[in-house]
């Protein structure tokens, strides 16, 4: 009978992808695994074959609804919890679950003294380049003596037929962050566009993200705007099947470096944000600053505001794009 391992990482976008690299490898192992997240972001574990159950909590439900979902998930009796996410939620989660019961438990480190190094005193502590698939998978190889390695995924579900002709002739393009201080700008994605003007391009992005439809205009007959048109759900799916991928350090760069999708990922002030599995190139800008935040929050002190992102040219990545499709097409 398969070993019951309870996952809890509640959030965000990039770090359930991240995390969702252990799931294949526990499976092959022999562990039936369940995962609690937060409801809105169900949609980054939706329909993985490796994946038991997915319990979702609702942050509006407080701390009284934290712990009657916590006193339920105790009657389940887990083999392991694996508690990655490691905040004050998930702390009491763990401890409801783990109080007089015989599950094993392990908490993934958020390593915060040397965050505090790093961030405050800018003394890097931390792998170079850090790459979080790993940082989610050796706490449970470690702990739970596991033989096998991390891999790229065949994505659980395919794009619809229309969908698909569209994703196998075009570049995709993923432009959102969720903070702004590592967001490529504007400008460069419109003058990428003009750069390559050969190609088709798919812009992904969530509903809010309405500087998409002036990246498209630059092109309206080669650029299809999908951007606030599709799920959480689906936009991973687009990612996981894209032809190539152009992305700022978004959760669909780790969606891509799963998948095994070809593409390059822009990295400016982060940390955390670098591919694992090898698919996705990095292009990056040397500068001593870097990194100076772990996710993009914060301010830009240099004297050219955002330099780490400017300075990767429209140029350099056309370039590169061109490099692929000389290679595709040989």
């Given amino acids: 009978m398969p070993k019951k391992l309870l996952i809890i990482r509640f959030s965000s976008f990039g770090d359930i992808i991240h995390g969702r690299c252990v799931l294949a490898p526990l499976k092959e192992e022999g562990y039936s695994c369940d995962w609690l ?10 329909k993985d074959p490796n994946l038991n159950k997915c319990l979702s909590f609702e942050r509006s439900v407080g701390l009284v609804g934290l712990i009657k979902l916590s006193l339920n998930l105790r009657k389940e009796q887990y083999d392991v919890i694996y508690d990655a996410h490691n905040n004050v ?7 409801i679950i783990c109080f007089l019961n015989r599950s094993q438990l392990i908490v993934r480190s958020k390593s915060r003294i040397k965050r505090l190094l790093l961030f405050k005193f800018g003394i890097n502590k931390f792998p170079k380049p850090f790459k979080a698939m790993e940082s989610y998978w050796l706490p449970l190889k470690e702990n739970l003596s596991l033989k ?3 891999k790229t995924i065949a994505w659980p579900e395919s794009p619809r037929e229309e969908e698909w002709k569209i ?6 393009l993923a432009p959102a962050t969720a903070w702004p201080m590592k967001s490529w700008p504007v400008r460069h994605w419109k003058k990428l566009i003009e750069l390559l003007p050969e190609e088709s391009f798919i812009l992904l992005g969530g509903p809010s993200d309405d500087f998409c439809e002036e990246i498209a205009n630059v092109a309206p007959s080669r650029v299809v705007n999908w951007a606030g048109q599709y799920s959480l759900a689906d936009s991973c799916i687009h990612a996981a099947h894209a032809r190539f991928l152009i992305t700022a350090d978004t959760g669909l760069q780790q969606v891509a470096d799963l998948a095994g999708v070809r593409g390059l990922s822009l990295i400016g002030p982060t940390a955390f944000g670098y591919p694992t599995l090898g698919s996705l190139k990095v292009l990056e800008v040397d500068l001593p600053c870097r990194p100076c935040t772990k996710d993009g929050r914060g301010n830009c002190e240099r004297e050219v505001y955002q330099e780490c992102m400017v300075e990767i040219t429209p140029e350099r990545v056309a370039n590169e794009v061109k490099g692929f499709i000389k290679k595709e097409s040989s």
Wanted: glycine share 8%; net charge positive; hydrophobic share 55%.
């Fill in 89 to 95: 939620r998930s702390f009491i989660v763990r401890l």
């Fill in 167 to 172: 994703l196998k002739k075009s570049i995709v």
């Fill in 148 to 150: 096998g390695s991390l």
């Fill in 37 to 46: 997240v937060r409801s809105d972001l169900v949609g980054a574990l939706a």
